[in-house]
């Protein structure tokens, strides 16, 4: 058996292009005792590989020059040596962009039956779920009646954000890139107001139209212009969730802008950056807690999926010029 592998080619200066990525194919050898074959059934991708592109120091190894991605994988086994996982079993991990591998165990989760679409375990019930859970209820900590106001209300994390702090009884205020999105937000998912920011014009003024008792809760995706207008507006002991900064992943210099320690001073505020496995060992709490309020029809979810194992790498690059809503991912085969 032969399979493709899409390897980094070299590390992108600014924003990566189709030529970043090199498809390389190989033999697949039978699993030896303690592994399992996979087939690729779908693909996660995701803002934060790009900063695996680079090798500048972070919270996670960069991803190497010649040698596969990796993200978020659902797939099927196929051939299996691990008792615990026979054939047919649909698993979750963190495997290679490729078509079929071998992988031992450690590290794969077995996908509950009829819970849920199988995809959403990279989604609602996966990452991004939880990413959201923690980011939104362990640092934020919405109460009823406050506003929470989420950047990148439409991707795949800040949905989630929103929802839950409409659980919690908060007013929720989200930016988005596009008005099919912010009514998307509005009509389907309840965000009390939305905001366009690439038309909105003074983005200042229209964060401060909607959110006229300031903002208790900030979740942050994007930064950059976005938070600085939310600054101007935090409350009294206002919390920030840092969770990501996609408009800056592709400057190729450090871009300057207001100061935030001087509002976060006054309003004793807290800022907080985490990643989601910084709550590893909690994690069976929150898919519990996710998978009971989709369950219960409190949590919608969106999926942008491309189709075909060679439109990965345009997916990915889709993910900075806000192509997708909510989550990302290419679908490589079906469920047999």
Known sequence: MTTRTIVLDHRPQGKPTSDTFRYEISEVAAPADGQ?????????????????MSD???YVPPFEVGQPISGGVVAQVVESRVAQLPVGTVVVGNLAWSEYQLAGSRGLQAVPANAAPISYYLGLLGMTGLTAYFGLLDICQ???????????????VGMVVGQLAKIQGARVVGTAGSDEKVAYLKNELGFDEAINYKTAGNLAQALGAACPNGVDCYFDNVGGAITDAVYDLLNKHARIALCGQISMYNATEQPTGPRPEPKLLKTSALLKGFIVSDYLPRWPEGVKALTEWYQQGKLKFEETVTEGFEQIPQAFLGLFSGENTGKAMVKVADRQ
């Open 56 to 58: 500048a120091k972070s």
């Open 36 to 52: 399992v074959l996979l087939k690729t059934l779908y693909v996660s991708v995701d803002p934060y590989m790009r900063g695996r």
């Open 142 to 156: 919405p109460k009823a009646g406050e506003t929470v106001v989420i950047s990148g209300a439409a991707g795949a």
